[in-house]
T-cell receptor, first 116, second 114 residues
């Protein structure tokens, strides 16, 4: 079945450590997104990519980095510069929008990151 | 700056009731509006997407309306069931420097009591 796979489901980070969250999709979507969700808050956009080898910062990109070397994959690295990384991280994808017809987003099941 | 608000933040209703969830946005220049469902500890599942030129969309017991000019959308759930218990989020799509992105509301946490 087509979908988005995020791994791991749970992740723990030690002080000063970088960790990488995986996101893979087999929907043949061009656009991919990373969001952060904190309790009682809506989703906030970290990074997004409309095409391979290109990505843009979202609203809260500081302390995070991404790469988009393949259409299917959009890994997110939470660096040691991110001082408050504990959150639920969601990856999404969509067919890249053209004109005014923007397609719906499909989401993975998320990764919960905690600090040790 | 586009802001999306959902009221109420939480709602409890007895099984069988019809209910309405509200979503408002500050800038009417949107391309579409999407309603999602999120179960605890899970990702988001798309329920309905309304293009900016449309007034409503229906899927089963769900009906979503869009009044772009007034910056409002409602999600109507008919004959609610305990299985409808979840957090419901709305999101509007906007364009920034030629690329599209979504702005999310904080959600309404719904509990349907058996």
């Amino acid at each position: 079945d087509g979908g988005i796979t995020q791994s791991p489901k749970y992740l723990f980070r030690k002080e000063g450590q970088n960790v990488t969250l995986s996101c893979e999709q087999n929907l043949n979507h061009d656009a991919m997104y990373w969001y952060r969700q904190d309790p009682g808050q809506g989703l906030r956009l970290i990074y997004y990519s409309q095409i391979v080898n290109d990505f843009q910062k979202g609203d809260i990109a500081e302390g995070y980095s991404v790469s988009r070397e393949k259409k299917e994959s959009f890994p997110l690295t939470v660096t040691s510069a991110q001082k408050n990384p504990t959150a639920f991280y969601l990856c999404a994808s969509s067919i890249a929008g053209t004109g005014v017809s923007v397609q719906p987003q499909h989401f993975g099941d998320g990764t919960r990151l905690s600090i040790l | 700056k586009q802001e999306v608000t959902q009221i109420p933040a939480a709602l409890s209703v007895p099984e069988g009731e019809n209910l309405v969830l509200n979503c408002s946005f500050t800038d009417s220049a949107i391309y579409n509006l999407q309603w999602f469902r999120q179960d605890p500890g899970k990702g988001l599942t798309s329920l309905l997407l309304i293009q900016s030129s449309q007034r409503e969309q229906t899927s089963g017991r769900l009906n979503a309306s869009l009044d772009k000019a007034s910056g409002r959308s409602t999600l109507y759930i008919a004959a609610s069931q305990p299985g409808d218990s979840a957090t419901y989020l709305c999101a509007v799509s906007i364009t920034t420097s030629g690329t599209y992105k979504y702005i999310f509301g904080t959600g309404t946490r719904l509990k349907v009591l058996a």
